[in-house]
């Protein structure tokens, strides 16, 4: 079994900056891609950014410029560096990851249990 543990969300003024962090952990051979999506009241959920295991990035539209993803392999962790926030931003915030499990075939999608970002003055 595989867990992913956030942390890093909060209030935060329009301008201001926060930082996502995702752990995964337990029986991991090794993660393929990893991303942040986000989910807000009335809207579907999106994807935020996302990472390969090359360090290959992709970011939505809305956030080029402001957001930057990252990760460590050796520690199976991803980060989300959030900058210059807007109301906008406000929603909950998932990890997920595409996890290839020890002794197991193939890959399988597992996710965080979401923070919560407010962006308002």
């Known amino acids: 079994q595989v867990q992913l543990v956030e942390s890093g969300g909060g209030l935060v003024q329009p301008g201001g900056s926060l930082r996502l962090t995702c752990a995964a952990s337990?029986?991991?051979?090794?993660?393929?891609?990893m991303g942040w999506f986000r989910q807000s009241p009335g809207k579907q959920r999106e994807l935020v950014a996302d990472?390969?295991?090359?360090?290959?990035?992709g970011y939505a539209d809305s956030v080029k410029g402001r957001f930057i993803i990252s990760r460590d392999n050796a520690k199976n962790t991803v980060w989300l560096q959030m900058t210059n926030l807007k109301p906008e931003d406000t929603a909950v915030y998932y990890c997920?990851?595409?996890?290839?499990?020890?002794?197991?075939?193939?890959?399988?999608?597992?996710w965080g249990q979401g923070t919560q970002v407010t962006v308002s003055s």
């Open positions: 997920s990851a595409d996890v290839r499990r020890l002794g197991a075939p193939g890959s399988n999608a597992y």
């Open positions: 337990g029986s991991i051979f090794s993660i393929n891609a």
């Open positions: 990472i390969t295991s090359g360090g290959t990035t």
